[in-house]
């Protein structure tokens, strides 16, 4: 892992400020339709949040799976859930995905033992 | 299109045929670890069926957004569900994923035309 | 080849067109953004094109490859140019991306004999 | 199937002496380095000729795959070892690729029913 | 690099455990294929890790990558047919895969540098 | 970040010789063409650094960003246009691409701090 949860959040919303600060119009845009689509709609934000986790998982891209953990949890997905998730990715997306579900796994235990105000991420 | 949804099905099946009378052990195997990712468990087969076809769409897999979109419709995932599942692809995916998505939105409508026994396809 | 140019001019229309009448207002405006990347600004709408046309050929999306390749030759841009992008697109995205080079060929021999009325795609 | 391997062949080496006449002299340098790959060496052409089927099949390129798989019959590759080598590219790349390991095996089949002479690739 | 070989091993094997501990039965099922899927065969455990390294190079996957790198290096693979294979991959997979080569030779260093007991790998 | 601008570019120095003093002839005419497509021809030095740039991204390779981002600022690359470049891939990629997106502006921060000189980096 190569930090924190407090340091990948901290470091997310540092980043994002910056790219927002830019003035690209349409970054900002892109960056709003993002934070809309998991919403709560004809699918629950726990759904969307889940079917964004397998994507990220099957497209390999740790910060993206260490997001939709946090927020996953913040939605109550129960470790079952998470795991018969995890197996979804793993059965689409083949052995290249085990790295990445090692450390999946690492920050869902790191979740866990956080009292839950500290993992809050700020949608977006 | 390359074929109607019933080319599709015919097409799979006698190849999965072949590829399980090969007799390749671990093969077979894998097949059979594939089908029972769908099954219900701590997360629904619908809800799973959702996970793999928003994993499809970002792989850019036509062949398997066909099939689960065959199976999310048997699981009664309602229009409004899909557009939604279809935009979380989309956002995580981007643009590249838009020549997919016609061909899912293409195969929904056939989807929809057909009578309900057509539309089966075995699990697996 | 799956068709000619024209066929795949009316297929993405008409599906765009279904896509947007569904009524999810974020992919309406996914869609959007997508048009309005390519106009022209600090960079060229000519330089955008190229941009998205070599991102087409390393993610290997024939459909994306095809578009982009009336876009560019209604921007102007010539064979040698064309060639220098898909040689940038080659080394970067490796032989894996030759049967699309072959595909890109083949559409652009079609693009440079049609006469230009006919390759003009509504863009979006 | 998009075409019998015969058309495929004809196809293939049509596009390829188009690219090549381009005048391009990196993209003539690129195609040489991919034939010279899968010559004799310290490895042999036919486990250089698996190493890119399996390549292949993890990169879900259907034209790359059926090219590689000519070339491993011409290496004198059994059924028992194609069947292996798929099964590690199935459980690395995962069930996402098994449209193509369907179409694999299709043209497996076509290869093994060609006489020799028909079924044998220029090289590069 | 983000660490050495025996801490890359041993935190392998702490999350591996963990994975498998944690009682989905079908992950479990799916580690046990990831392992077999590697044993002599009608092909030889050599030359499966080399397939199997290729893939991870053109995936790329570093993680992956060194995991064969030691396997293949326990099998007898010498420097020269490490590069062949590299050829391979970087033919294949462009110069995108690149920084992945330059990790895997230091990797490779690193792997010849040890002597033989401490770079033993449990398989699977 | 996994380390300094200085860092990447000693790192990757040095990996590059030992690659190219391996011995294997094909790799070294790889990495000479890899550097051969990046010179002024039909199209600008600049304008084919920003394909790569797009394509690195949609490709998700940090190094790669990395080096085309050093490269573009010193080809004059303005930092509006760096961000219509970045939207382009963002659109194409979608937002999977966002957390090298957030690296990709931290490497261009550090970029724009650091007196020329520093940041030149070898071509190839």
Chains 1, 2, 3, 4, 5, 6 share one sequence.
Not at 25 to 49: C, H, M, P, V, W
Not at 95 to 107: C, D, G, K, Y
Request: net charge neutral; aromatic share 6%; hydrophobic share 40%.
């Amino acid at each position: 892992m190569s930090g924190s949860l407090e340091e990948f959040r901290k470091n997310r919303e540092r980043m994002n400020e910056k790219i927002l600060a830019a003035g690209n119009l349409q970054i900002q845009r892109f960056f709003n339709l993002d934070t809309r689509a998991y919403e709560d709609g004809a699918l629950s934000a726990k759904l969307k949040e889940l079917l964004s986790l397998v994507a990220s998982l099957v497209l390999r891209c740790d910060d993206c799976i260490t997001y939709h953990i946090v927020r996953c949890a913040e939605e109550g997905v129960t470790d079952a859930e998470f795991f018969e998730a995890f197996n979804v990715g793993l059965v689409v997306g083949g052995s290249i995905t085990i790295p990445h579900l090692r450390r999946a796994v690492e920050r869902l235990e790191e979740c866990r033992k956080l009292p839950e105000p500290n993992t809050k991420l700020g949608k977006g």
